[in-house]
């Protein structure tokens, strides 16, 4: 079974750029996950799916961040304009329902903000 | 919303000893609590979680053990190896909703 993917693996950008990472999740998993990993910390939720409709926000800079999963499957994460403290690894994860289910990662994309 | 704490942030073990590391969560309600190790460059991976209608699990060298009315719940690993050496984090889903929240880390040497 293949796993999360997700693209770029790296990317490096200057303050006020935009940027936008892709993920497609596990084959028939409803709920995808949008985490935030600053250096040193744990993921931080930004964004949750459940198909195409999100279930929570609460947590993302929506003057800046975007995110949109057309047709339930894959999703896309865009900052813009970038400032210096999203430096971070965003992750991508997904599961089979939300709630108690496993989620599974994708190996993230480091993004590096000059 | 739920407040994970996790110690310690670094650990070193001889290889063969035991390690274990503890968490402590603010809502009572949180009903799910997964541990994830993290490998350098890579995604978290799930390794053992626990259910609040459950103490113990274990799974080979690997426990967690949850104290519902401390509100703290720990991983165990025996018999270390180096291929264990990780950041390993846990976390915990809040009850009113879907959201987790992770702890933040404990990166474990195992020595040879």
């Known amino acids: 079974e293949a796993g999360v993917a997700q693209s770029p693996r790296y990317k490096i950008i200057e303050k006020r750029q935009s940027v936008a990472f892709w993920c497609n999740p596990i084959?028939?998993?409803?709920?995808l996950y949008w985490y935030q990993q600053i250096l040193g910390q744990g993921p931080k939720l930004l964004i949750q799916f459940q198909n195409n409709g999100v279930v929570d926000d609460s947590q993302l800079p929506k003057d800046r961040f975007s995110a949109e999963r057309l047709k339930g499957v894959d999703s896309t994460l865009k900052i813009q304009p970038a400032k210096l403290e999203d430096s971070a690894v965003y992750l991508c994860?997904?599961?089979?329902?939300?709630?108690?289910?496993?989620?599974?990662f994708g190996p993230g994309t480091r993004l590096l903000v000059l | 919303g739920e407040n994970v704490e996790q110690h310690p942030s670094t650990l070193s073990v001889q290889e063969g000893d035991s390690a274990v590391i503890k968490c402590t969560y603010s809502?009572?309600?949180?009903?799910?609590f997964p541990w994830y190790k993290q490998e350098l460059g890579k995604g978290p991976q799930l390794i053992i979680d626990?259910?609040?209608?459950?103490g113990e699990k274990k799974d080979q060298r690997i426990a967690v053990t949850l104290n519902k009315t401390a509100k703290h719940f720990s991983l165990h690993i025996t018999e270390t190896q180096p291929e264990d050496s990780a950041v390993y984090f846990c976390a915990a889903r809040e009850g009113t909703g879907n959201q987790f929240y992770f702890g933040t880390g404990t990166s474990l040497t195992v020595i040879p």
């Open positions: 809502d009572s309600a949180s009903n799910y």
């Open positions: 994860a997904s599961s089979l329902a939300g709630g108690g289910e496993t989620q599974y």
């Open positions: 084959s028939g998993h409803a709920t």
């Open positions: 626990i259910r609040s209608n459950v």
